[in-house]
């Protein structure tokens, strides 16, 4: 008789459980939250170009180091590895590439600040018209005209320690020129574990861009880009870059043998 007691309650509390369990599937569930990382840039795409995106204050990252790997010479930002605890009991850690954005570079790719596009500006000069004219320190090229004014355009130059300054000429033009890197490039590189090709044929994935001009004998040229987001900046190994379409309408203005002043 006890027996049948002792089951007759169990049965009656797992009844009464049950049921509990039941009601609360119909119950309302608390609202979802999007974190505002994943909502910020759908925003700025969907408010249009004059949106800016909203920057939020991110929690400190557990783990974390950067791969040396990801250090290109062109400047882009390298790669974080960010492990993220488990929460249950039997789930395995999960490893994150995040892409860090380095505090010379824009934090938003596609964009470039109005005052790099070309424009014709006042310009004061001794040079003659025709002469190119690159002020390294505001990252401005100018392609001097008659009448006291030039052509300007915004141009990346080169990271510190590979500023250089003197006058060329340039001695070659070429379209969509091939790229190989100087074997002191190669090693220089290599010995941060980021190996470069030996050699890359010209085209739109060519860091060379669409146009090269080389300035006489030397290693340097004036060229585009595939990366116009770092135009502004002190990127190159001393190259002097320009956005490809506006590399091209340069190297449509100028010959062989245009006077070419870096300072």
Known sequence: MMKQCILFAAGALSLLASSAFADDRYQSRPPVIVSPDLTAPWVMQLGGANVQPAVYPRRPMARQAINPMNDPADGQAPQVRRVIQPRGLFSR?????????????????????????????????????????????????????????????????????????????????????????????????????????AHMEGGEANPLGARAMYLGSTLYRIHGTNAPWTIGNAVSSGCIRLRNEDVIDLYNRVKVGTRVIVM
Do not use: C
């Open 93 to 197: 850690p999960v490893v994150q590439q995040v892409a860090v954005i380095r505090p010379q570079y824009p934090a938003v790719r596609g964009q470039i600040d109005p005052q790099f596009l070309p424009q014709i500006v006042d310009y004061q000069t001794k040079e003659r018209p025709g002469t190119i004219v690159i002020d390294t320190n505001n990252r401005f090229l100018y392609l001097v005209m008659d009448g006291g004014k030039a052509r300007r355009y915004g141009v990346g130059v080169g990271k510190p320690g590979f500023e250089w300054a003197g006058a060329h000429t340039i001695s070659r033009k070429q379209e969509w020129p091939d790229w190989t890197p100087p074997s002191e490039m190669l090693s220089r590189e290599a010995a941060k574990g980021h190996y470069l090709p």
